[in-house]
Nanobody
């Protein structure tokens, strides 16, 4: 049974930073892909970044590269999302998600429909 638990959300002023954590259980650290998504009120869920766990290879949606960084701690079986230079429009619920099958052809895809398991989410609020 795959379980994902996010933490690290909170309130921060514009320009600040947060580091989100996604602790995984029921899966080994080298298995599959784990990604971060976010969903703001009234908007569709959008992909932020993904990690191919066996090689710790990261992929980013264009609008987040350079500002957000995804990393993995193998020993803790945890994937992190470091968010710098936060803006009010980054306010959203942030989710981590896992998929077991992660072929190289679409490894970097950030489509919610290809992910099988989801955490409950953590709220990030950025004030101006």
């Amino acid at each position: 049974q795959v379980q994902l638990v996010e933490s690290g959300g909170g309130s921060v002023q514009a320009g600040g930073s947060l580091r989100l954590s996604c602790a995984a259980s029921g899966i080994s650290y080298w298995i599959g892909c784990l990604a971060w998504f976010r969903q703001a009120p009234g908007k569709e869920r959008e992909g932020v970044a993904s990690m191919y766990r066996a090689e710790t290879t990261a992929s980013y949606a264009d609008s987040f590269e350079g500002r957000f960084t995804i990393t993995q701690d193998d020993a803790e079986n945890t994937v992190y999302l470091q968010m710098d230079g936060l803006k009010p429009e980054d306010t959203a619920v942030y989710y981590c998600a896992f998929r077991l099958s992660c072929p190289w052809q679409n490894r970097g895809d950030l489509l919610p429909g290809v992910y099988d398991n989801w955490g409950p989410g953590t709220q990030v609020t950025v004030s101006s």
